[in-house]
């Protein structure tokens, strides 16, 4: 469902939330962390309030790892952050070699090709 500022429901502007999460493996626990992230993705996606989960690796640092989720709204992030399945994504941030960086990010408009196009123009 793409993002479009307002509850389908109500009507009420809603503020998408981005969470970005980047965690430091060793090459020991590289494996580990891939494969409990990469069990995340799939069940997140299908969650209520949930616009899109991906995980990447950085072509830099093999030993970076970035998963990002976008929540249609600061309650259904929330919602998953308190879930059961989080747990695995907490383990996998105890398994960083260095302080795991993570954002949350509050958008109000998402735009695409159409702001190109204009500054373009």
């Given at each position: ?67 990002v989720e976008e929540w249609e709204s600061q309650a259904a992030l929330d919602l998953r952050l308190r879930s059961e399945d989080y747990r695995s994504v907490l383990a ?30």
């Amino acid at each position: 469902m793409p993002f479009t500022g307002y509850s389908a429901g109500t009507g009420e502007m809603l503020a998408m939330v981005i969470s970005t999460l980047r965690i430091f493996t060793t090459p020991k626990s590289r494996s580990e962390v891939l494969g409990m992230l990469t069990a995340q993705v799939g069940p997140t996606r299908v969650q209520p309030g949930c616009l899109g989960c991906d995980l990447y690796r950085d072509v830099e640092d093999p030993g970076a790892i970035t998963l990002v989720e976008e929540w249609e709204s600061q309650a259904a992030l929330d919602l998953r952050l308190r879930s059961e399945d989080y747990r695995s994504v907490l383990a996998a941030i105890e398994l960083s070699r260095e302080h795991p960086v993570i954002h949350f990010d509050t958008v109000i408009r998402r735009a695409g090709l159409e702001v190109v196009a204009s500054a373009r123009a």
